[in-house]
């Protein structure tokens, strides 16, 4: 925060806002929301490197299209990789199966069967495509959009928000954009790696969120009581390989 009081212009160019406690960043991004006075709403990642072309990309992307409501950029880790969930389907269910067993590589079976809802994989698009969600990470929307979908869902602590909104804006008819051209460095982990465990109880919890908001209803009882401990089975796999992991590197700098 000493950084951002540095570089406070009194709230000519740079509002700042102070929360006495950690709101979580749905809400953390509406009370931003609130206050913008811009034709366009940038939400980014503070551990994230912007290319000076990345903001001009997006906005040219929105004003090009005029479904468009939301556009995200092209994220890439430090090793110039393309990072995951930058650019999604609709994580049905089955697709968050196919991604959590890993059964994409049965995709020469059957593509459409086996298709994984991450789509980092596939061939990059030389110009901006549709798909069905980008990453919080950085995506920016216009106001029309905002003010005919609404905020986030403060449902979601942390994780998940991002897809809710997605599917919101989508339901409402508005197209998301890929735009390869917008890229940006982002250190995945930067901001949560104090608190891990935290991390994954919030993600895993937004899982359960999101289906229960928009898959439930297309399940019996029975399926949706298996889909939610399969979510929270998931989470209990990644807390024991967290205490692993630590255990490990403890182990290390002990020998």
Excluded at 16 to 43: D, H, P
Excluded at 163 to 168: A, G, I, S, T, V
Excluded at 237 to 252: E, I, M, N, Q
Aim: hydrophobic residues 40%; glycine residues 10%; positive net charge.
């Amino acid at each position: 925060m000493d950084l951002v009081r540095s570089v406070d212009t009194g709230g000519k160019r740079l509002h700042v806002i102070q929360n006495s406690r950690n709101l979580g960043f749905a809400a953390a991004c509406n009370q931003g929301s609130a206050v913008a006075k811009g034709e366009f709403f940038l939400y980014l990642n503070p551990d994230s490197i912007v290319e000076p072309a990345t903001v001009p990309a997006l906005i040219h992307c929105l004003r090009s299209y005029p479904r468009a409501g939301m556009a995200g950029g092209l994220i890439l880790n430090p090793d110039g990789s393309e990072q995951r969930g930058c650019r999604r389907s609709v994580p049905t269910p089955w697709k968050s199966l196919v991604n959590s067993l890993g059964l994409k590589r049965l995709a020469g079976l059957n593509r459409k069967v086996f298709a994984d809802f991450r789509l980092d994989g596939e061939p990059l698009p030389e110009n901006p495509v549709p798909v069905d969600a980008v990453s919080g990470a950085c995506m920016m929307i216009s106001r029309e959009a905002f003010e005919d979908v609404g905020p986030m869902d403060e449902g979601y602590f942390l994780h998940c928000e991002d897809l809710d909104w997605c599917m919101r804006f989508r339901q409402q008819g508005w197209e998301i954009m890929f735009v390869p051209q917008a890229r940006l460095l982002h250190h995945k982990g930067g901001c949560s790696s104090s608190r891990p465990y935290f991390v994954e109880w919030s993600k895993h919890k937004g899982m359960a969120r999101f289906f229960r908001k928009f898959f439930a209803a297309d399940y019996p009882k029975p399926v949706q009581w298996v889909i939610l401990a399969g979510i929270w089975l998931r989470f209990a796999v990644s807390a024991v390989r967290l205490v692993g992991g630590r255990l490990f590197a403890t182990g290390k700098k002990s020998v």
